[in-house]
């Protein structure tokens, strides 16, 4: 298995653009995450998805974060407007059941 | 809520010396415990996790972990370190029916030669 890709690796923006983050997680894994990572905060949950449908959201910065799962194959995580303070590396990780998780190469973004 | 602590920001160990890197955790049941590594500019790689049953787990590059009930620990130890285990460190706690993982800092690992 090509395990969780993630796109781009890494994007440069500047505040204000909209930002797209997109995730194909491991065939046949009904649960995919959203985290993100910075120095400050370390690694934080963001959203998570079962079987397509949103669990928790609660960390994720609902006025300009939004997260869709429109089928079991492909997540994005869009970021309109986006801040300097976005700048971060986010991951996504997809499980088969929620337990165990598994780490995509993450999208290193910057926003100038 | 759970959480997770990781004393040591960073580790310097000799190659070929052992390692130990600490991890405590809260919770008020069973966790499930996990470590994860990091290395530079790339994304996490599970290293172990316990679930259930014997407290003393193998994992992958001859790491092991310990999950001690009564010290709220699930340490993880190396025999033998190697210059390619140098890299950051993550502990994780998942827990309940919520099954988002609450990481702990991270360890940052250096080996010298």
């Known amino acids: 298995d090509a395990g969780v890709i993630q796109s781009p690796r890494h994007e440069v923006t500047e505040m204000g653009q909209e930002v797209t983050l997109r995730c194909k997680p491991i065939s046949g894994h009904d649960y995919l995450f959203w985290y993100r990572q910075t120095m400050m905060q370390g690694l934080e949950l963001l959203v998570y998805?079962?079987?397509?449908?949103?669990?928790?959201d609660s960390g994720m910065p609902k006025d300009r974060f939004s997260a869709k799962m429109p089928n079991a194959s492909f997540s994005t995580l869009k970021i309109q407007p986006s801040e300097p303070r976005d700048s971060a590396v986010y991951f996504c990780?997809?499980?088969?059941?929620?337990?165990?998780?598994?780490f995509g190469p993450g999208t290193r973004l910057l926003v100038l | 809520a759970q959480s997770v602590t990781q004393p040591d920001i960073h580790i310097t160990v000799s190659e070929g010396a052992s390692l130990e890197l600490r991890c405590n955790y809260s919770y008020g049941a069973t966790p499930y415990l996990f470590w994860y590594v990091q290395s530079p500019g790339q994304g996490l790689q599970l290293l172990l996790k316990y679930f259930s049953g014997d407290t003393l787990v193998q994992g992958i590059k001859g790491f092991e972990a310990e999950f001690k009930r009564s010290q709220s620990s699930f340490n993880l130890r190396k025999p033998s370190v190697h210059w390619s285990d140098a890299a950051e460190y993550f502990c994780?706690?998942?827990?309940?029916?919520?099954?988002?993982?609450?990481f702990g800092s991270g360890t940052r690992l250096q080996v010298q030669p």
């Open positions: 998805f079962n079987n397509k449908a949103v669990m928790d």
């Open positions: 990780a997809s499980s088969p059941g929620g337990e165990t998780q598994y």
């Open positions: 994780a706690v998942g827990a309940g029916g919520r099954r988002a993982l609450t």
